[in-house]
């Protein structure tokens, strides 16, 4: 089970991710937050452990290289 959440929204879908962080934190009760792409890469993916749960909604696959890296997938 994961003890926080972070929900990434790319270009247009930043929004949308505000909005699931909202809804999945009222509903599930676990701390969420949303963050766009830059603010994650800059910062925000250090809190990020083996508890996290991410969900990235990607307009296209120009950060997937990105986040495979910071979450150590291959």
């Known amino acids: ?23 999945l934190s009222e509903t599930l009760n676990i701390p969420t937050k949303h963050s766009n792409m830059s603010e994650f890469v800059h910062g925000t993916h250090r809190g990020v452990d083996r508890n996290s749960f991410i969900i990235v909604i990607l307009t296209d696959e120009t950060h997937k290289e990105v986040i495979e890296t910071i979450i150590g997938l291959e």
């Open 1 to 23: 089970t994961a003890k926080h959440m972070t929900i990434i929204g790319d270009k247009t879908h930043y929004g949308n991710a505000q909005e699931f962080a909202l809804k």
